[in-house]
């Protein structure tokens, strides 16, 4: 039996479209100890982990580990549905999904459960020489404004500062981050990095993560994969992974 209430409809709605951007269906992995997710975008360059603990939940009841493999898109609609001031029922039982929205009216949707083949994905064990705290909607901002000139991005930190940078034939922009201008939440730099990433991927990522978090934590090294990270506002976490741009 899997069955769990979920304070927010409004903010599990956000949760789900934030892994709707990156996957078209993928399993959810329900224990005990709460709800997790780990998929890879279908051109495999992009991954989403997302944890939720138990106690994150108004109910939670799972008496055993459980795959439930949905399609994202079917989900996504529905749940847009739901309002701030309502709770979200979710029942696993008889090869269905059972949603229940619980506000003034008790809204019920069914979905079937999707039986996913796909490979087992490892918790992601990397080293990073940069990692940065700042708002998440003014990293949203900076991504769309360098999105105006190209559809790649160069992360540089040094001197306790991020810049973004970017340039083609419609011209050229850089954004920069202090801790002095407030920008930046906090700055560490273990080394100076460079890499180069797809603003197309980081644009979608940004989407609605940003209404989890008041603040993103931004992790990477010189041409290796970047981490954003959101701590959900109701417990657990976001993250994102994204592997860079080999520059010729």
């Keep these: 039996m899997v069955r769990f209430v979920f304070p927010d409809a409004r903010e599990w709605s956000y949760i789900v479209e934030s892994l709707a951007v990156l996957v078209d269906e993928a399993s959810f992995k329900i224990s005990p100890q709460g709800l997790q997710l780990r998929a890879l975008d279908p051109s495999r360059v992009a991954m989403v982990d997302l944890s939720i603990p138990a106690s994150a939940f108004e109910e939670f009841e799972c008496d055993k580990e459980v795959d439930v493999g949905v399609n994202f898109e079917d989900l996504n609609k529905i749940l847009k549905r739901g309002k701030a001031d309502e709770k979200v029922l979710v029942e696993v039982s008889e090869g269905r999904l059972k949603i229940k929205l619980l506000g ?12 996913i083949v796909s490979q087992e994905l490892s918790s992601i064990n990397l ?10 909607d003014t990293f949203r901002d900076s991504i769309k404004d360098v999105a105006l000139v190209s559809d790649s991005v160069k992360f540089v930190a040094k001197d ?3 810049t973004l940078r970017a340039a083609s034939d419609r011209g050229e922009v850089e954004v920069k981050f202090t801790l002095e201008s407030g920008a930046l939440i906090d700055c560490v730099i273990e080394e100076e990095a460079e890499a ?8 979608d990522m940004l989407k609605k993560s940003v209404s989890l978090s008041d603040i993103v ?13 959101f701590n959900i506002t109701s417990g657990g976490k976001l993250s994102y992974y994204l592997a860079p741009r080999v520059e010729a």
């Design 104 to 115: 003034k009216a008790e809204r019920t949707f069914y979905l079937p459960l999707l039986d």
């Design 127 to 136: 080293s990073f020489s940069v990692k940065a705290k700042m708002l998440s």
């Design 160 to 162: 306790e500062s991020l």
């Design 196 to 203: 180069t990433y797809s603003l197309s991927y980081l644009s």
């Design 217 to 229: 934590q931004i992790e990477f090294s010189s041409n290796r994969p970047i981490a954003l990270t």
